[in-house]
């Protein structure tokens, strides 16, 4: 069983950066698929990234594509998010997420949150005109 903690968080202006970071702890953290999404007020959570626990392989939404960047450090037991050119509309709540290996790839679901089995509480990116 793996537990996640987010932190990085916090208040920016628009087109500024920050770079969230998610450390986990229990489990194989090398065999977990790890992901990012994100929930604003009034909104259902949408995905943001995801990386694959086997080569590393990114997926990006297409709304932040061009501006975030995911990655993983096993070594260290932690996943990131790099945001950049941040948006008003990048407002919510970042929470990630992990799902240990199995026979489905993660090419196939890496944007169904269903699909994740533990998840962070989430640190809160607000960013201001």
């Known amino acids: 069983q793996v537990q996640l903690v987010e932190s990085g968080g916090g208040l920016v202006q628009a087109g500024g950066s920050l770079r969230l970071s998610c450390a986990a702890s229990g489990g194989t953290f090398s065999r977990y698929n790890m992901g990012w999404f994100r929930q604003a007020p009034g909104k259902e959570r949408e995905f943001v990234a995801a990386i694959s626990w086997s080569d590393g392989t990114t997926y990006y939404a297409d709304s932040v594509k061009g501006r975030f960047t995911i990655a993983r450090d096993n070594a260290k037991r932690a996943v990131y998010l790099q945001m950049n050119s941040l948006k008003t509309e990048d407002t919510a709540v970042y929470c990630c997420?992990?799902?240990?290996?199995?026979?489905?790839?993660?090419?196939?679901?890496?944007?169904?949150?269903?699909?994740?089995?533990?998840w962070g509480q989430g640190t809160q990116v607000t960013v201001s005109s």
């Open positions: 997420a992990a799902v240990l290996f199995g026979l489905d790839r993660l090419s196939n679901y890496y944007s169904d949150s269903r699909k994740y089995d533990y």
